[in-house]
């Protein structure tokens, strides 16, 4: 029904930069909030960042809070998290995300999202 594809992962040096995309396809809604998970090895699957697909608000991970942005192009059907300021903590496979609820405040946990791209691998050196 509705199927994601990031890209834009790499190596990249502390302090530097990356903006990762995630292109939708299918059917979607508006209200839709899509997220950016991140998954480090031996680690859990965390949040990282959300938006509702028509822009009405936003929430943020505490550790890239002021570091990251999620944004959307919706003539592009495409998410983007452009990630700023990169720490070698930040190495993860980043993972994009929609939750199919149209109501109800954004969900920071993985259970409640219903599609999921395949993710992208990001490595911060030191």
């Known amino acids: 029904q509705v199927q994601l594809v990031e890209s834009g992962g790499g190596l990249v040096q502390a302090g530097g930069s990356l903006r990762l995309s995630c292109a939708a396809s299918?059917?979607?809604?508006?209200?839709?909030?899509m997220g950016w998970f991140r998954q480090a090895p031996g680690k859990e699957r965390e949040f990282v960042a959300a938006?509702?697909?028509?822009?009405?608000?936003?929430k943020y991970a505490d550790s890239v809070k002021g570091r990251f942005t999620i944004s959307r192009d919706s003539a592009k059907n495409t998410v983007y998290l452009q990630m700023n300021s990169l720490k070698p903590e930040d190495t993860a496979v980043y993972y994009c995300?929609?939750?199919?609820?149209?109501?109800?405040?954004?969900?920071?946990?993985?259970?409640?999202?219903?599609?999921w791209g395949q993710g992208t691998q990001v490595t911060v050196s030191s």
């Open positions: 995300a929609a939750d199919s609820k149209l109501f109800g405040l954004i969900a920071t946990t993985a259970v409640a999202y219903d599609y």
């Open positions: 299918g059917r979607t809604f508006s209200s839709y909030v």
């Open positions: 938006k509702r697909w028509n822009g009405g608000s936003t």
